[in-house]
């Protein structure tokens, strides 16, 4: 059996080769080199998008040469974290929704077209010095569901007021948390905000 490619991507945005798949895939542009393994980028574009699994009956490489680098989430969740938004193609429904709550939440007088969007999430999702995941401190108690954090060292999915350890195969069973513990935040701030907004992200079933 061949050895699964290193394109199933973590809420903490790394970039791993497991054999679970997930319910969402993604770009970045090409990471992959001719042998089909990654070097040291992580993105060649700004535009970090999250796709349905299937299009149309289209079958493609996840690796074709000098093109694109499939990535593959475990849920819309794990995307958001990781920096991502949806695609405005394959997930239309979706990306109008995003985009009409991004203006609502942020008060803006106009609808944000796409570039201003990406441009915003890579520099929340990204410190430009180190390439490090950029996260913050928050308050569980006043996060969202749909938002992802770490604590006690897991990173897991705020869900009804509790914590549900992350893992590439599904969530653990959701465990009470203090709403007054502060947490690590890893779903940048604006995308919380649209999930406070009430954006409700495609979750894997064992959430």
């Known amino acids: 059996m061949p050895s699964p490619l290193q394109n199933r991507v973590a809420p903490t945005g790394e970039i791993l080769a497991v054999d679970s798949r997930g319910l969402l895939m993604g770009n970045r542009g ?30 493609r490489d996840p690796m074709p040469p000098g093109r694109w680098t499939a990535l593959f989430f475990l849920d819309e969740a794990t995307a958001l974290a990781a920096g991502h938004r949806p695609c405005g193609y394959c997930r239309r429904a979706e990306y109008v929704e995003f985009v009409g709550l991004w203006q609502r939440s942020q008060g803006l007088a106009a609808r944000p077209k796409a570039f ?57 069973f959701p465990e009470p948390v203090p709403a007054a513990e502060v947490v690590e935040v890893l779903t940048p701030p604006v995308t919380t905000a649209i999930l406070s907004a009430g954006y409700r992200p495609l979750l894997h079933p064992s959430a």
Do not use: N
């Not at 990471?31 to 289209?58: A, F, M, N, Y």
């Open 30 to 59: 090409c990471l992959h080199g001719p042998d089909r393994r990654l070097g040291v980028t992580r993105w060649r574009s700004k535009l970090w998008i999250c796709c349905v699994l299937e299009w149309r009956g289209w079958r």
């Open 116 to 172: 201003e969007m990406d441009a915003r999430l890579h520099a929340e999702r990204v410190e430009p010095h180190t390439r490090r995941q950029r996260t913050r401190s928050g308050v569980f108690g006043a996060l969202p569901d749909g938002v992802l954090v770490r604590r006690d060292g897991r990173v897991g999915l705020v869900t009804a007021g509790r914590f549900a350890t992350w893992t590439f195969d599904g969530y653990g």
